[in-house]
Nanobody, 127 residues
């Protein structure tokens, strides 16, 4: 059984930092595309960052480039999202997600491509 359990998040002032964690179980990382999405009420869930575990290729939304970093720890089966220089517009519910694919399937995946999701964690950035 594939499970994704999130931790981290919370409230921070603009300019601050937070780290989200997503502990995974039930699958082998080799063919995993791991991603972080976020969603605000009334808007589509958007992909923030993703990484292909086999080769560490990373992709970021333009809105977070240079501020967010996605990484994973194979030994701990955990994927992280380090968020620096946070802005009020980063306020959202954040979700980790996983899909099994080749490296091409992790270049520009849609949210509908991901079968497995974490429970979500709220990030609130105040000005």
């Amino acid at each position: 059984q594939v499970l994704l359990v999130q931790s981290g998040g919370g409230s921070v002032q603009a300019g601050g930092s937070l780290r989200l964690s997503c502990a995974t179980s039930g699958f082998i990382y080799g063919s995993a595309c791991l991603a972080w999405f976020r969603q605000v009420p009334g808007k589509e869930r958007e992909r923030v960052a993703n990484i292909y575990a086999a080769n560490d290729n990373r992709y970021y939304a333009d809105s977070v480039k240079g501020r967010f970093t996605i990484s994973h720890d194979n030994a701990k089966n955990t994927v992280y999202l380090q968020m620096n220089s946070l802005k009020p517009e980063d306020t959202a519910m954040y979700y980790c997600a996983a899909r099994f694919t080749n490296r091409y399937g992790c270049v520009n995946p849609d949210k509908s491509d991901f079968r497995y999701w974490g429970q979500g964690t709220q990030v609130t950035v105040s000005s």
